[in-house]
């Protein structure tokens, strides 16, 4: 069993839709919750972490974290043609490894 | 930006061949990280570091090794190149330490080719 699971899409989407982006893991240890935003052909780029269960808004995106459910999410409000990338779930252990959800590839038409 | 930089940037290579990619930093963290990124697969883990001198594999090491000699820079070492290594390798700098390091930041990539 793989320690993060991600739907890969893709997922497309109208300018200003709600956008709802999702992973489960499996080791309920886990403490530390990234979400990455990767454009095409560059490095991913940290978007928000959270750090045990709640929300963490920043703008327009939400950070979800439910550890009874071993789920997180990242919703996109108002949602724009620059929101179009792949985004990728990560997960960090108590020790140094993290590790990351295949993406889920995004497209928001104007 | 990290001030991480990756060389090459791209590069093509042969069956058999050895390559080394280097990763370097410029703000002096002591983790850093090796990963690969394939279709369907995501990024996995090579190898990581901890300090000067001080590395660990991680997830799919095998064909692989690394050094660093400076806190600066990681370098990855394929001995012997072969097709499955084809990807896009990306290094990462992790800030604040083992327990509270959960902010990693990522370079540019170096996509490899083996011919």
């Known amino acids: 069993q793989k320690e993060v699971e991600q739907d890969p899409g893709p997922l497309s989407v109208p300018e200003g839709a709600i956008v709802s982006l999702n992973c489960t893991y499996s080791?309920?240890?886990?403490?530390?919750f990234m979400w990455y935003r990767q454009y095409s052909r560059k490095g991913p780029e940290l978007l928000m972490y959270t750090y045990s269960s709640g929300n963490k808004e920043d703008g327009r995106f939400t950070a979800q974290v439910d550890k009874s459910s071993k789920y997180i999410s990242l919703f996109i409000r108002d949602s724009q043609p620059s929101d179009s990338a792949t985004y990728l779930c990560a997960i960090k252990d108590t020790g140094n490894q993290f590790y990351f959800g295949t993406g889920t590839s995004l497209t928001v038409i104007p | 930006d990290a001030g991480i930089t990756q060389s090459p940037r791209h590069k093509v290579t042969e069956t058999g061949t050895p390559v080394t990619l280097r990763c370097h930093q410029t703000?002096?963290?002591?983790?850093m990280y090796w990963y690969r990124q394939d279709p369907g697969h995501g990024l996995r883990l090579i190898h990581y570091?901890?300090?000067?001198?001080?590395?660990d594999k991680g997830e799919v090491s095998d064909g692989y090794s690394v050094s660093r000699s400076k806190t600066e820079d990681f370098l990855l070492t394929l001995e012997s190149a072969t097709s499955s290594q084809t990807s896009v390798y990306f290094c990462?700098?992790?800030?604040?330490?083992?327990?509270?390091?959960?902010?990693?930041?990522f370079g540019p990539g170096t996509r490899l080719t083996v011919t």
């Open positions: 990462a700098i992790s800030v604040g330490g083992a327990v509270n390091g959960h902010e990693q930041y």
């Open positions: 570091s901890y300090g000067v001198k001080d590395t």
């Open positions: 703000e002096n963290h002591r983790y």
């Open positions: 080791n309920s240890a886990f403490q530390y």
